[in-house]
């Protein structure tokens, strides 16, 4: 391949500088790729606890009995409190379950909460499937307002004919609440509620 005349013209030093650039440009853009690639893989495979989203329920519902475990946690200075209704719970594989977390604000302000998720062992990960979600969506709470979120979900039939899946008998769903900016029409609500105290004092 003929290289460019401005190139051919550069030293031995400016050629390998020029390559090294090359080379942090090209990874740069491959990473920014990576991104909803990886995204994309983890959900599609189950990879890192990733589950699975359907519209509906399974087709099928087995004997076998699976034990899910709900476990609860916060990001450091979400002010939240943030508990599952229940430990853990037995379903068989393929019903559709509903398990309950409740989230209360304990403070004088209005709070927004986005929810992390994943499942464990991480060969689960494809088969764990939810229907519904409160992590799906942002959650916004008033100052002292207590919640019971829901989310109903399904253990794939499929994961009993997976080489490692067949042997997960208990499996733990994990959020964790992250406080997030709140709506753009809701901060300027807040905004204008505090407006008057704030003239007041």
């Known amino acids: 391949m003929r290289m460019p005349?401005?190139?051919?013209?550069l030293s031995p030093q400016g050629r390998t500088a020029a390559g090294l650039l090359a080379v942090v440009v090209t990874m740069a853009s491959l990473s920014f790729a990576a991104v909803p690639f990886y995204d994309w893989f983890c959900r599609v495979t189950g990879y890192g606890g990733t589950v699975a989203v359907a519209e509906t329920g399974a087709d099928t519902v087995l004997d076998r009995t699976m034990k899910i475990r709900f476990d609860a946690s916060l990001e450091a200075g979400m002010q939240w409190h943030f508990r599952p209704e229940v430990t853990e719970?037995?379903?068989r594989i393929g019903e559709t379950g509903l398990a309950f977390y409740e989230a209360y604000n304990p403070t004088d302000r209005v709070i927004a909460g986005t929810a992390s998720y994943n499942v464990s062992p991480d060969s689960s990960g494809g088969y764990f499937t939810k229907i519904d979600c409160f992590c799906f969506e942002m959650q916004v709470l008033q100052p002292g307002e207590r919640v019971m979120m829901p989310v109903s979900?399904?253990?794939d039939p499929a994961i009993v004919d997976d080489p490692e899946g067949q042997f997960v008998k208990a499996i733990t769903l994990s959020y964790t609440f992250h406080e997030t900016d709140l709506p753009e029409a809701q901060a300027a609500l807040d905004t204008t509620t505090a407006a008057p105290t704030a003239a007041s004092n």
């Open 153 to 155: 979900f399904y253990v």
């Open 89 to 91: 719970m037995e379903i």
């Open 5 to 9: 005349a401005a190139y051919r013209r």
